[in-house]
T-cell receptor, first 115, second 117 residues
Framework: DTGVSQNPRHKITKRGQNVTFRCDPISEHNRLYWYRQTLGQGPEFLTYFQNEAQLEKSRLLSDRFSAERPKGSFSTLEIQRTEQGDSAMYLC?????????????FGPGTRLTVL | AQKVTQAQTEISVVEKEDVTLDCVYETRDTTYYLFWYKQPPSGELVFLIRRNSFDEQNEISGRYSWNFQKSTSSFNFTITASQVVDSAVYFC??????????????FGKGTHLIIQP
């Protein structure tokens, strides 16, 4: 297993466009998290799935942000009508069922630039 | 609400010096987990350690050691005999109620560690 993967690694878009990012967690990890990291800051938690159920979404930054994990495997994060303030690194993490499940493994991130 | 404070924005030391990164946390829960992650220039967060609130034993792993003090709500990280490869941003993080739960991790702002040759 090669760890958490995210695609694309970089995305440049114009203001007002929609963007979608994908995260593939470590195989058999049932929990998946999305974070946003802006320059000079620590990651900020956005949302969380256990299998296909989205258990926390109140921390999504606005109603322009949505996430899905339809089959409990990969997940997508969509930002509609992007704004320049959405420019950031979007990180995905996963963790599993074992006793040490709360160790979150992070992917390399998707860097979004909104022009 | 939970909060993690890393007061040191940037630390610069010469190689082989020892360096301590400070972390102070706030939480109302009695059960919580503390973490340290490393973010090298490549950008990918690397897990270093997890400590639960019931285990105050200090831990040593090679040149790394961690000092958990519940009385002062601190979880400090020391690198002994620092090396250039230790240069990175280091984040302290907190999780309440068992491993991320529904809240995810709360991160501090990070400490940028620069090890000069």
């Amino acid at each position: 297993d090669t760890g958490v993967s995210q695609n694309p690694r970089h995305k440049i878009t114009k203001r007002g466009q929609n963007v979608t990012f994908r995260c593939d967690p470590i195989s058999e990890h049932n929990r998946l998290y999305w974070y946003r990291q802006t320059l000079g800051q620590g990651p900020e938690f956005l949302t969380y799935f256990q299998n296909e159920a989205q258990l926390e979404k109140s921390r999504l930054l606005s109603d322009r942000f949505s996430a899905e994990r339809p089959k409990g495997s990969f997940s997508t994060l969509e930002i509609q009508r992007t704004e320049q303030g959405d420019s950031a690194m979007y990180l995905c993490a996963s963790t599993g069922r074992e006793a040490s499940y709360n160790e979150q493994f992070f992917g390399p991130g998707t860097r979004l630039t909104v022009l | 609400a939970q909060k993690v404070t890393q007061a040191q924005t940037e630390i610069s030391v010469v190689e082989k010096e020892d360096v301590t990164l400070d972390c102070v946390y706030e939480t109302r829960d009695t059960t919580y987990y503390l973490f340290w992650y490393k973010q090298p220039p490549s950008g990918e967060l690397v897990f270093l350690i997890r400590r639960n609130s019931f285990d105050e034993q200090n831990e040593i792993s090679g040149r790394y050691s961690w000092n958990f003090q519940k009385s002062t709500s601190s979880f400090n990280f020391t690198i002994t005999a620092s090396q250039v490869v230790d240069s990175a941003v280091y984040f302290c993080a907190l999780s309440e109620a068992g491993g991320g739960g529904a809240d995810g991790l709360t991160f501090g702002k990070g400490t940028h560690l620069i090890i000069q040759p």
